[in-house]
């Protein structure tokens, strides 16, 4: 969704959806403002054992905005554009993992999560680290890109 569709977030799922009112009542706890950070929407999916992707369809029925990406793409009112900025220098091995998980020539959010673990490092040195290499990130697990 771009910019200009901000509030419209239903719009890109098609028919009817049934809220489920736990999950529900879950995200309004955790939501302030028509926001919720990515973060606390993870947990919502962790606490009721569900997909990242389901909680964001609730998000999308619900219009709530997801804000303060993990990885440092969006949701970061003050400061530069970009939150994170390239990396100095990039390990070889990191590069090459980076490398390995891409698909169409862009790395999914779900696949930068799993090298930030094997790597033992903050998701958004990840993001610096694609930010130095020119690498794209795409596919959010909560479908906001």
Not at 14 to 22: H, I, K, P
Request: with cysteine.
């Amino acid at each position: 969704m771009t910019h200009k569709d901000e509030g419209h977030y239903a719009g890109k799922h098609q028919g009817r959806v049934t809220l489920n009112q736990t999950l529900t009542e879950a995200i309004k706890r955790r939501s302030s403002g028509g926001k919720v950070s990515c973060a606390a929407a993870f947990t919502v999916a962790r606490e009721l054992k569900m997909k990242p992707s389901e909680v964001g369809k609730a998000l999308d029925f619900l219009e709530i905005k997801v804000v303060k990406c993990q990885l440092g793409l969006f949701g970061y009112q003050k400061g530069p554009r970009l939150v994170v900025q390239p990396a100095e220098e990039v390990p070889p091995e990191l590069e090459k993992a980076l490398r390995a998980g891409l698909v169409n020539g862009r790395l999914p959010c779900a696949a930068a999560w799993n090298i930030a673990k094997r790597f033992n490092l903050p998701k958004m040195t990840i993001k610096a680290a694609c930010e130095s290499l020119k690498l794209r990130l795409a596919r959010c697990q909560l479908g906001t890109f």
